[in-house]
């Protein structure tokens, strides 16, 4: 039995920011795996859906290339080489993130680790290890229905390793990763068709961006069911899926992908008999400092369900290891966090959206600018983009910027400072604005 000043399962990306750090402070930290070090984010989430983001990108600009006086010879689309390569960076991501573990001496059990006390571990082969403190990183994992024939289905995990694009596919969810996925295999040439319980999408972004989006969406061919739930999914014997559904017509398809909501990975973890407390969605519940009501265990990242975001989960990783281990007592702030949806066109915010500054502040000023790029221009595209400020009329600080457009995500996080630092609407005024660039709009709202 080997002992440790920290055990940290799961390698993810907080799970390997804090041992890092803590190993940096001088900690003897251990992590281990079950699957493959990165995580959700470098394995099978943000990094290798960008990349297919970026991938089906190029048919809007292949189709656009014409006007900017290029001749495009006739083009096809290799599903097997974009998801090859895609995987192969994946694998090169991995072996850095090992590498990086191996820099700071951090030992890696590649293999299932359970609590089986407040200080101790047991492997898959095993052998029980022990630490002073022990920080739980397992993630979240997707939700699939308990429905007749759910096995014919795949969830976010599975669709990166397809062996052929669907031509025709149903999206479960109304979140990012349904407005994702429906935008690449859209571009990708499949029909999409999305999915959801309720009648609306992407709840928590401002309406305006919201509506924008199914708006472009709907004309751009995809179609949405709202109100509607699945009831099962029978494979027929042409390979095809017959889906029957509540709250709509029954629809064909060839894959259906479910995308409606994320659990946290505490399952057999052994959370019961070191006394860990969970919440009602399964979550593990700490304390502002990461803490759980175990002294001796602390938990980061999704798997507390606050915020299901990477970038969150790698401030968390960061302030456990330099509160516990640094001697430099850290929170996170989770106020003005900026996020993003990679839909076609891509949307993201930060700050409070219009109703909730109505609702929070009560009077408030809103500046929209509703505009064509010049890029959708000169293509012959009537795509339009719209940016948004919400300010607070008794101070004039802007608490909120929205945008949805080509490449709002990059903009926004510029923007987020703003939001972050309490700048007013008086600062973006007095900036001069950067000509021609879409980003000037952001100081040209009046």
Not at 387 to 415: F, N, R, S
Request: aromatic share 6%; glycine share 10%.
């Amino acid at each position: 039995m080997a002992h440790y000043d920290l055990i940290v399962i799961g390698a993810g990306s907080g799970g390997v920011r804090a041992a890092r750090v803590a190993a940096a402070h001088g900690a003897k930290v251990a992590i281990a795996e079950e699957h493959r070090v990165g995580g959700t984010c470098v394995i099978r989430g943000c990094v290798p859906k960008k990349l297919l983001v970026y991938g089906a990108h190029f048919a809007e600009d292949l189709n656009d290339a014409a006007m900017f006086g290029w001749d495009v010879p006739q083009t096809s689309f290799n599903w097997p080489v974009l998801r090859d390569n895609m995987l192969a960076e994946v694998g090169r991501l991995e072996g850095l993130y090992e590498q990086t573990m191996a820099n700071h001496d951090v030992t890696i059990f590649h293999e299932r680790a359970e609590l089986v006390g407040p200080n101790e571990i047991r492997l898959a082969s095993g052998s029980s290890h022990t630490a002073r403190i022990i920080c739980v990183a397992t993630g979240a994992s997707p939700l699939m229905p308990e429905i007749p024939g759910v096995e014919h289905a795949i969830s976010s995990n599975e669709v990166f390793h397809l062996n052929e694009l669907p031509k025709r596919i149903v999206i479960a969810g109304g979140g990012y990763i349904a407005n994702e996925f429906a935008g690449i295999f859209h571009q990708f040439g499949a029909h999409v068709t999305i999915v959801n319980r309720s009648d609306a999408i992407l709840r928590g972004y401002d309406e305006q961006l919201r509506d924008r989006l199914l708006q472009i969406s709907l004309a751009k061919g995809i179609d949405f069911k709202f109100n509607s739930t699945f009831n099962a999914i029978e494979r027929q014997e042409d390979g095809s899926l017959k889906i029957d559904m509540h709250g709509c017509d029954d629809i064909s398809a060839d894959q259906v992908l479910f995308a409606s909501g994320r659990r946290p990975n505490v399952a057999g973890l052994g959370l019961d008999a070191a006394g860990v407390v969970l919440g009602d969605n399964g979550e593990i519940k700490v304390d502002a400092d990461n803490r759980t009501n175990v002294a001796s265990i602390y938990a980061i990242g999704d798997v507390t369900d606050r915020v299901q975001l990477t970038p969150v989960a790698i401030r968390e990783g960061q302030a456990f290891a330099d509160s516990v281990f640094g001697g430099k007592p850290t929170r996170v702030d989770y106020n003005c966090i900026p996020s993003a949806v990679f839909s076609h066109p891509p949307l993201a915010g930060v700050g409070m959206t219009e109703s909730e500054a109505r609702n929070k502040l009560g009077s408030v000023r809103i500046y929209t600018s509703d505009f064509r790029p010049m890029k959708n221009v000169l293509a012959g595209r009537n795509e339009r983009s719209l940016y948004k400020l919400v300010v607070d009329e008794t101070t004039d600080e802007v608490v909120g910027v929205h945008m949805i457009g080509p490449d709002a995500p990059e903009l926004l996080q510029v923007a987020a400072i703003a939001v972050k630092a309490k700048l007013k609407k008086a600062d973006f005024d007095a900036t001069v604005a950067l000509h021609p660039s879409m980003a000037e709009e952001l100081v040209l709202m009046r």
